[in-house]
């Protein structure tokens, strides 16, 4: 039996340490909004952050998290300015590949918080929405540096 701390909630989950943890999330704990695609962090679908850092969980084993804070989309308070300016610049369209971004911008965000056009262009590079919302989730990055540093940071 091996524990996880995510979004806050201590979980039990019997499964192999050396499984991804992104099927943990997926199979073991329900939490869907984390995605499958790639499998091989190329596409950024399966981000979560793991102590405030985007990672690709289909690429980490849960041996190696074991401790760790995981925060999934859903661990996200709901006035987070990221999912504010998510709703506020109506970002997604088929919704498949928002959380990931989501949680991606997250981190960016903590360690840009005053970000250029061409770091915000540079950051949303290597993720992949086929919908083509990517003009929408720069705006709503955008707006989001904008809320936060209104906020005091
Ligand atoms: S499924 Fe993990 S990066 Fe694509
Ligand atoms: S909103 Fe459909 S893949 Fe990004």
Request: glycine share 8%; aromatic share 4%.
């Amino acid at each position: 039996m091996i524990v996880l701390n995510v979004n806050g909630i201590k979980r039990q989950v019997d499964e192999d340490p050396d499984t991804p943890l992104l099927w943990v999330l997926r199979d073991n704990l329900g939490i869907t909004s984390v995605k499958y695609t790639c499998g091989i962090a190329e596409c950024g679908m399966c981000t979560v952050l793991i102590d405030g850092e985007a990672q690709r969980s289909c690429v980490v084993y849960v041996k190696d998290v074991l401790g760790s804070k995981i925060t999934t989309i859903e661990g996200l308070p709901e006035n987070h300015p990221v999912k504010v300016a998510w709703i506020e610049r109506q970002v997604p369209q088929c919704g498949y590949c928002q959380p990931g971004i989501m949680l991606q911008t997250v981190d960016f965000l903590s360690r840009n918080p005053n970000p250029t056009e061409k770091q915000i262009n540079d950051a949303m590079d290597n993720v992949i929405c086929r919908c083509g919302t990517h003009p929408r989730i720069k705006k709503a990055i955008q707006m989001a540096a904008e809320m936060t540093a209104r906020q005091g940071g």
